[in-house]
């Protein structure tokens, strides 16, 4: 598992149907205080309900993606699969 925190969406015109029912966001890479450690953002599917600013957890296993969307032809990999809850984050 890896934390992420949410900085936006993105949009397609476009996208495989497989991706459907997902929202895709942008998010980059944090350490369990909040501070960044990634690079680079990165683009996360969301079927959770997260949204700016959240503090999601984010599994980097295709088959996750795969089990999600019911579809083994899906291209993403980085799938959130827990919100982490504010008031426990702060202890």
Do not use: Y
């Not at 949009?11 to 942008?26: D, E, Q, R, Y």
């Not at 019911?70 to 993403?76: C, E, H, Q, Y």
């Amino acid at each position: 598992m890896i934390l992420a925190r949410i900085d936006g969406t993105v949009t397609a015109t476009v996208k495989h149907p497989s991706l459907n029912g997902f929202t895709m966001l942008i998010g980059m890479q944090v350490n369990a205080d909040g501070s960044e450690c990634g690079k680079e953002p990165w683009i996360i599917l969301d079927r959770m309900g997260a949204g700016r600013g959240d503090i999601v957890c984010v599994t980097s296993e295709g088959d996750a993606a795969r089990q999600l969307s019911g579809d083994t032809r899906i291209p993403a990999r980085m799938v959130v699969v827990g919100l982490v809850d504010p008031r426990e984050a702060k202890r």
